[in-house]
């Protein structure tokens, strides 16, 4: 029977977890892959009896997981899952440019753009809007205030 390196073994356990991380998202397998190749990289230097690979593959793994879990995250899935309740955006408002009619669509000016509008409610060119909802590239507005023609 052939023999097989020790150094090949954990330095193969450990891609299988890193290949494994990336098909079951969690982001702690990646870090036994670290401790895998902790072990391989200090056999390959040094002849150590496998209980003390064993402790090597823990303590690094262990080491690395607390130390660098937060860090890594941060940059591998992003802030996203780590954010706080924020404060509600301020309202968007803008201006009918061409009066909207349901169900056909007018035009809206907010942000510095033209955007397709829609709104539930006859609305007059000119008045101000909040826009409501954002689908594509259509918006979905409600009038605030009347525009000019109605307040005369």
């Known amino acids: 029977m052939m023999d097989v390196s020790p150094v090949l073994v954990w330095f193969l356990v450990g891609v299988f977890f890193f290949v494994t991380e990336l098909i079951l998202p969690g982001f702690i397998l990646f870090f036994l892959g670290v401790g895998a190749w902790c072990a391989a990289a200090v056999l390959a230097a040094l002849h ?9 593959f823990l303590i690094s793994s262990l080491a690395s997981l607390l130390l660098l879990r937060t860090k890594f995250r941060s940059i591998f899935i992003g802030d996203s899952s780590r954010k706080e309740a924020s404060p509600q955006p301020a309202p968007i408002t803008g201006v009918v440019l061409d009066a909207i009619l349901p169900p056909a669509e ?6 510095g753009s033209s955007w397709r509008a829609v709104a539930d409610e006859p609305t007059p060119e000119g008045a101000v809007v909040l826009v409501v909802e954002k ?7 409600k009038a605030l205030h009347a ?5 005369k």
């Open 48 to 56: 150590v009896p496998l209980t003390v690979q064993l402790l090597i």
């Open 106 to 111: 007018g035009r809206v000016k907010y942000g």
């Open 135 to 141: 689908r594509d590239l259509i918006v979905k507005v």
């Open 147 to 151: 525009g000019k023609e109605e307040e």
